[in-house]
C-alpha cells in the first residue's frame, strides 16, 4: 500500500524568516475543526492578523490548535506585539499534546535563548521527540546540532552542513580540506545522514570521493540498509550505483529489500530489485520479503514482488492444502486443525486461493465464517488477494460480508485497495455496504482512490459509493488521488461530482496532486474548475509549490491555466525565487519564459540570485545572469551575491559572480 502522506494543517509561512517553521503538516485533530475556530482561521487567510490573533487569544485556552496559532503569530511579531516568552508557554503546550512542529519550534526558541534562558539539554529533547513523530527539519537539525557540539575542524562542520542541506559541491569542498567522511564514536557518519534524509546529491558526492558503503552505525546498518528501511529512493540508487552490497543485512537479519518491503518504500523496493537484491533471502525469523510485505498489508509492494518472482517463506500452498486434507481423512483432525503460524486450513488455503481446498473443507465441516485472532475472515483474506471465485464459494456457505478486523476493516476495503473489480461485484451484491467505513473512518471508494486503482473507484461510484465522504482526518477520496498523482482516478471521482477545490484534511485537491507533481492529475483538476492560483496550507501558492520541489511539468499545467508567474508566498519569495534557492534550473527557464521578474525581493530583501548563490546551485546562477540579473544588488545586511556565495563556501560561483560585476557597472541597491 502506498505510504500515507503527511497531515497538513493551515497556517503562515512567516516563521521561517526567524529560524522557525510555519505549523503546516502536523496531524489534523478534532480541535481544528471546531467551528469555533473557523472565524480565526479565515482571519489568517484574508491576512487579517490583528483580528485573528485577537479570536485566537481568546480560544487558546482550551484549544490545542489555536494555541499553537497564536504561538506562531507571537514568534514573530505578526497582529500582536512579539513576545518569545508567551510563545515558548504555547509552543510548549502544544509540543507537550503531541504536535511535532511544535515541539521543532519550541526547541529552536530554548536553542537560541528567546523568550527565556538557553536550555541546550531541553531543546534537544524536544528535537528528538519532534524527530521521532517523522518531521524532516527536526532530523536535520539534530544532525547539525550532533556536528556542532562534537570536536573537529572547521572542514568537519562545513562536511555536515553540506550533508543537512545536500549540497554535493560543499561536500566535496570540506572534504578537499581534510574532513572525515567516516563514523564517529556513536557510530553517525556523514553517509548514513545522507540516506537518512535521502539527500542524494550529498551522498553521491561522499560516495564518489571514496566513503566506505559498507560502513555499519550503531545499529548495525549500512547506509542503504538505512535508505530502504526509510524509504529514500534516490540516495538507494546513488549507493547501488557506487557498488553498495545489495544484500548487506542488519542485527534482525534483514537485507536492504526486507526493510523496504516492511515499510511499504516501493519506489525503493523496485530500484532494489532492478539491481538483483536477492528474492530468496530469509530472515532471522524466517521471512522473507513478500513475507514482511503481506503481514503489514503493503498490498502494491506485495504486487510487486509477486510480479518479480518472489518466494513466501510459508511451505508450498498446495502441499500444505494436501497435508491438511490428508490429516483430516485420517486422524479426525478436524477442519479446524491450525497450521504451525496459528491459521486454520481454511485461512490458509483462502489466503493462496486454493478452491479445491475450500470446497474440501467447507464440505468437511469448516465454518465459513473462521477468522484469524486478528480479525482477518476468510472471505476477507479470498477478497484482499483477489481471489474472486473463492469469495464466491465463501459466500455461498454463508460467510457473512460485514465481518471487520480489529481496525474496522471489511472485505469490501480489501478488494477496493487491490482493485479486483469482480469481487467488488460480488460483494456489493451478498450485501457488502458500498459505504462502509473502517476505524480511520475510511470508505472502499477512499481506498482505491488512495491505491490509484480507477477501474475499481467506478464500479464503487456505478454502485452509489459517495464521492465527497470524508474521513476522520477530513480526507476525501478526491484527495488522496490527487496526492498519490492517480489522474485516472481523479478524473473518474470528477466525472462523478467531486468538488474540484473541496478542501482534503485542510488542503486543497491542487496543491495535493504537488506531492507527486504529476502533470495529467493537475491539469485534470485545473480542467474541472480548480484555481490555479491556489494557495496551500504554509501560504505558499501551488505554482510556488512546484517550483520549490522542481516540478517542471505541474508548473507548466499552473501557467497554462493561467497562474500569476509572480505571486509570492506569505513571506515574500516568488516562485522563481523558491526555484532558485532549490536549484530547479528547468523550472526556472519555463518561470523566466514566462516574464518572471528576474530580480524580485524576498525574504529579507534577496534576489533569486543571492539565493541560487548562497546555496551553490551554479546553472542556476549563470541562468539568471544571462536572463539580466543585477549581481550589485545587497540584501538587507549589505551583502550581494558573490559574498553569499563566498560565505557559503561557493568559490566558483563566487569567481564567476566578480566576473560578472567587473563587466557591469551599476551601483549597488541596498
Not at 499534546?97 to 526547541?107: C, F, K
Not at 456457505?397 to 476493516?409: I, K, M, Q, Y
Not at 539580466?628 to 568559490?651: F, Y
Request: charged content about 25%; overall charge positive.
Amino acid at each position: 500500500m502506498a505510504s500515507r502522506r503527511p497531515r497538513r494543517r493551515p497556517w503562515l509561512g512567516a516563521l521561517v524568516a526567524t529560524g522557525l517553521v510555519a505549523l503546516a503538516g502536523a496531524p489534523a485533530r478534532a480541535a481544528e475543526r471546531d467551528p469555533a475556530l473557523e472565524p480565526a482561521l479565515q482571519a489568517v487567510r484574508d491576512a487579517k492578523l490583528e483580528a485573528a490573533a485577537a479570536r485566537l487569544r481568546k480560544l487558546a485556552p482550551t484549544h490545542e490548535a489555536a494555541a499553537v496559532r497564536l504561538a506562531s503569530l507571537l514568534a514573530v511579531g505578526r497582529g500582536v506585539a512579539r513576545d518569545d516568552a508567551e510563545a515558548r508557554r504555547w509552543f510548549e503546550r502544544a509540543a507537550r499534546a503531541g504536535d511535532a512542529r511544535a515541539a521543532y519550534n519550541l526547541a529552536r526558541l530554548l536553542e537560541s535563548g528567546r523568550g527565556g534562558a538557553p536550555d541546550p539539554k531541553a531543546a534537544r529533547a524536544w528535537l528528538q521527540k519532534s524527530a521521532r513523530a517523522g518531521y524532516e527539519p527536526a532530523r536535520r537539525r539534530l544532525v547539525e546540532a550532533s556536528r556542532e557540539r562534537a570536536p573537529g575542524t572547521r572542514a568537519e562542520a562545513l562536511l555536515w552542513r553540506g550533508v543537512a542541506r545536500n549540497q554535493a559541491d560543499l561536500v566535496l569542498s570540506a572534504l578537499a580540506a581534510g574532513a572525515s567522511a567516516q563514523a564517529d564514536a556513536r557510530g553517525r557518519s556523514p553517509l548514513h545522514a545522507a540516506a537518512l534524509l535521502d539527500h542524494d546529491r550529498a551522498a553521491g558526492a561522499l560516495a564518489g570521493a571514496g566513503a566506505d558503503l559498507e560502513l555499519r552505525n550503531a545499529a548495525g546498518e549500512t547506509a542503504l540498509l538505512v535508505a530502504a528501511r526509510r524509504g529514500s529512493a534516490r540516495v538507494a540508487l546513488v549507493l547501488l550505483k557506487a557498488g553498495a552490497h545489495r544484500d548487506a543485512r542488519d542485527a534482525r537479519g534483514r537485507t536492504a529489500s526486507m526493510n523496504a518491503a516492511a515499510n511499504g518504500q516501493d519506489a525503493t523496493l523496485a530500484a532494489l530489485l532492478a539491481a538483483g537484491s536477492p528474492l530468496q533471502a530469509k530472515d532471522a525469523q524466517g521471512h522473507t520479503a513478500l513475507d514482511l510485505a503481506r503481514e503489514r498489508r503493503h498490498t502494491q509492494v506485495a504486487r510487486r514482488l509477486e510480479a518479480s518472482g518472489a518466494p513466501a517463506g510459508a511451505p508450498d500452498a498446495s502441499a500444505a492444502d494436501a497435508r491438511w486434507l490428508q490429516k483430516l481423512g485420517s486422524s479426525g483432525g478436524g477442519a479446524d486443525s491450525p497450521d504451525l503460524a496459528g491459521w486454520s486450513p481454511l485461512l490458509v488455503a483462502s489466503w493462496r486461493g486454493n478452491e479445491a481446498a475450500v470446497r474440501s473443507l467447507l464440505r468437511s465441516g469448516a465454518s465459513a465464517s473462521e477468522a484469524a485472532a486478528s480479525g482477518e475472515s476468510a472471505l476477507m483474506l479470498a477478497a484482499q488477494r483477489g481471489h474472486c471465485a473463492v469469495a464466491k464459494r465463501l459466500i455461498a456457505a454463508g460467510a457473512p460480508t460485514e465481518v471487520h478486523s480489529r481496525d474496522g476493516t471489511r472485505a469490501l476495503h480489501l478488494a477496493a485497495a487491490g482493485g479486483h473489480v469482480e469481487c467488488i461485484e460480488l460483494l456489493i451484491a451478498a450485501g457488502a455496504r458500498v459505504d462502509a467505513t473502517n476505524g480511520a473512518g475510511e470508505t472502499p471508494l477512499m481506498l482505491a482512490a488512495r491505491e490509484g486503482r480507477a477501474a475499481a473507484a467506478k464500479e464503487l461510484l456505478r454502485r452509489g459509493a459517495s464521492a465527497a465522504a470524508s474521513s476522520k482526518q477530513g480526507e476525501t477520496a478526491l484527495g488522496l488521488a490527487s496526492w498519490g498523482g492517480h489522474a485516472d482516478a481523479v478524473r473518474a471521482l470528477l466525472a462523478a461530482g467531486a468538488p474540484a477545490a473541496a478542501a482534503s484534511d485542510g488542503e486543497a485537491p491542487v496543491c495535493l496532486a504537488m506531492h507527486s507533481g504529476d502533470g495529467p492529475t493537475l491539469g485534470a483538476l485545473l480542467e474541472a474548475g480548480a484555481e490555479s492560483g491556489t494557495r496551500c496550507s504554509d501560504g505558499v501558492p501551488a505554482l510556488g509549490v512546484a517550483a520549490r520541489h522542481g516540478m517542471l511539468e505541474a508548473a507548466r499545467e499552473l501557467l497554462d491555466h493561467g497562474a500569476r508567474v509572480d505571486e509570492a508566498a506569505g513571506a515574500g519569495s516568488t516562485p522563481l525565487l523558491l526555484a532558485a534557492e532549490s536549484g530547479s534550473a528547468d523550472v526556472c527557464r519555463l518561470l523566466l519564459d514566462h516574464r518572471a521578474e528576474v530580480d524580485a525581493r524576498g525574504p529579507r530583501r534577496e534576489t533569486p540570485l543571492m539565493r541560487a548563490s548562497a546555496e551553490g546551485h551554479r546553472e542556476v546562477v549563470e541562468i539568471l545572469l544571462e536572463r539580466g540579473a543585477n549581481p550589485h544588488i545587497r540584501n538587507e545586511r549589505g551583502l550581494d551575491a558573490r559574498q553569499l556565495a563566498e560565505g557559503s563556501g561557493h568559490t566558483e560561483i563566487a569567481t564567476l559572480l566578480g566576473n560578472a560585476s567587473k563587466r557591469g557597472s551599476l551601483l549597488g541597491i541596498f
